[in-house]
């Protein structure tokens, strides 16, 4: 199972697509992109998880299921900007204003 969030404006479609072959390569794991160590979005489970992510409830997303199973995570790396967070119509002005530097 695939998750991802919809506030990565620069993320790029071969990173993710890069993401699902490394899983192929251990589907036993989960695999998160991240950058420096430090795990970010998207991320897929492999089936054995579903139970668990099933059981979420309201904020508890998948960071609640990856802190469990930490020993299970595995991270691609990719460039920091990829996984940059745009939140606010502040965070996208100031996204657009370093796009054009």
Do not use: Y
């Not at 506030?7 to 251990?26: G, I, M, N």
């Not at 992510?53 to 960071?63: A, C, I």
């Not at 020993?71 to 691609?76: E, H, R, V």
């Amino acid at each position: 199972m695939l998750f991802q969030v919809s506030d990565q404006p620069l993320l790029r479609r071969e990173s993710v697509a890069e993401l699902v072959d490394h899983w192929r390569t251990r589907p036993e794991k989960i695999v998160a992109l991240g950058h420096g160590g430090v795990r970010g979005n998207p991320c897929l489970f492999p089936a054995r998880f579903f139970p668990e992510l099933l059981e979420l409830r309201e904020d508890h997303g998948g960071n609640t299921v990856i802190r469990r199973h930490e020993a299970d995570l595995l991270l691609l790396e990719v460039p920091a900007e990829e996984l940059h967070d745009v939140d606010t119509a502040q965070a996208l002005e100031e996204l657009k204003t370093e796009e054009q530097v």
